[in-house]
């Protein structure tokens, strides 16, 4: 087990007769195998008053891996991946739900009718880390990827052997891109809190119009005849692929409990894979019952260094037909891996 400590920005200032002194640590929790377990959030206070003396307050918060949001306490490196997206279930009202507290990294055990699955690395690729990748689409030796953050939002096409940029299109500043996916000769765009997706052409990035929608957007992909989206809750939407316009919902349960923080999406052989968000794991999701059949586990695929932990996680599914394999990254990583997903029960490779 070890442990990695990230220092904040210490503040200081001015009381009327005296001073007060505030410092902020951060400190992660790992495994042997670098898996993060926990951090632990610490608060030092120290008031000196003239002639009154000095009064300490101390403050430890421990939060399990998986749990932070948006409103735990950011280091310096980690505040735009914990402003990014919210803890929300998106369950029926009044019903009580777990949230993503409810869960640890990698946190449920192998259930008999849910496949668990782990990897083995085929082949690695180059990727952009600047990039802070949250949607992922290969088609015809082409990997398409839309990006986020305010001001650096945008749309690649590239050479997925080379790595070359033959296409690239930035997003006005005012918008946060988020999940793309291609259908026929359309290349679809949500963006995060603004409601309103982007239609442009496939081939030339030429915009052919934009739609509304009434939820976060977050993940996006397809089954041939309705558009899927995800907005970070357990809830997937289903979109007509015309008109943009909902025609149903459907909840993402594993055994009985809702699985939120759904993010980038993939529809692969009839199923929906879908990222899960702050962790390393990847849920498969029938379309028909929002059941989850099985998990995959990605944990030590890559380790982000320490100033990026929290806004470098794993985002971003492709399908590579031609090997029937999965290609994954993540945000600002700097390669993308070509994998091979291997069954825990019996070790057999898919």
């Keep these: 087990m070890t442990c990695r400590a990230v220092p904040s920005n210490d503040l200081t200032f001015a009381l009327p007769g005296g001073r007060c002194f505030i410092y902020y640590l951060r400190i992660t929790i790992y495994n042997g195998e670098q898996m993060r377990l926990r951090s632990i959030?610490?608060?030092?206070?120290?008031?000196v008053l003239?002639?009154?003396g000095i009064s300490v307050f101390l403050a430890v918060r421990t939060v399990p891996a998986g749990e932070e949001s948006k409103n735990s306490p950011p280091s310096a490196a980690g505040r735009v991946g914990y402003a990014h997206h919210s803890d929300r279930t998106g369950d029926d009202p009044g019903r009580d739900q777990p949230t993503a507290s409810s869960s640890s990294r990698n946190p449920a055990p192998p259930q008999s009718d849910v496949a668990h699955y782990r990897y083995k690395v085929v082949k690695t690729y180059p990727h952009d880390r600047r990039c802070f990748t949250q949607g992922l689409v290969y088609e015809d030796g082409f990997l398409y990827e839309?990006?986020?953050?305010?001001?650096?939002?945008?749309l690649y096409k590239r050479d997925l052997q080379t790595g070359k940029t033959v296409q690239m299109l930035r997003l006005p500043e005012e918008y946060f891109g988020e999940g793309i996916t291609l259908f026929g000769d359309k290349l679809i765009q949500l963006t995060w809190q603004s409601h309103i997706g982007f239609v442009y052409r496939k081939d030339t990035f030429a915009p052919l119009g934009r739609f509304k929608y009434a939820t976060e957007g977050w993940g996006l992909t397809h089954d041939g005849k309705r558009l899927i989206l995800s907005d970070g809750t357990a809830i997937l939407h289903f979109l007509d692929p015309n008109t943009y316009a909902e025609t149903g919902r459907l909840q993402v349960r594993d055994q009985g409990r809702p699985v939120p923080?759904?993010?980038?999406l993939e529809f692969i052989d009839g199923v929906v894979y879908a990222n899960i968000w702050q962790t390393d794991r990847i849920a498969i999701i029938d379309p028909k019952t929002g059941r989850v059949t099985g998990w995959i586990d990605l944990s030590g695929l890559y380790t982000p260094p320490a100033e990026e932990e929290g806004e470098a996680v794993l985002n971003g599914i492709a399908y590579l037909p031609q090997t029937r394999h999965l290609l994954v990254t993540g945000k600002l990583w700097p390669r993308m891996y070509e994998i091979e997903l291997v069954a825990e029960q019996t070790g057999r490779q898919r």
């Design 50 to 52: 003239s002639g009154l």
């Design 146 to 154: 839309g990006t986020g953050l305010y001001g650096q939002s945008a």
């Design 41 to 47: 959030h610490v608060v030092l206070g120290i008031l």
């Design 261 to 264: 923080n759904l993010n980038e």
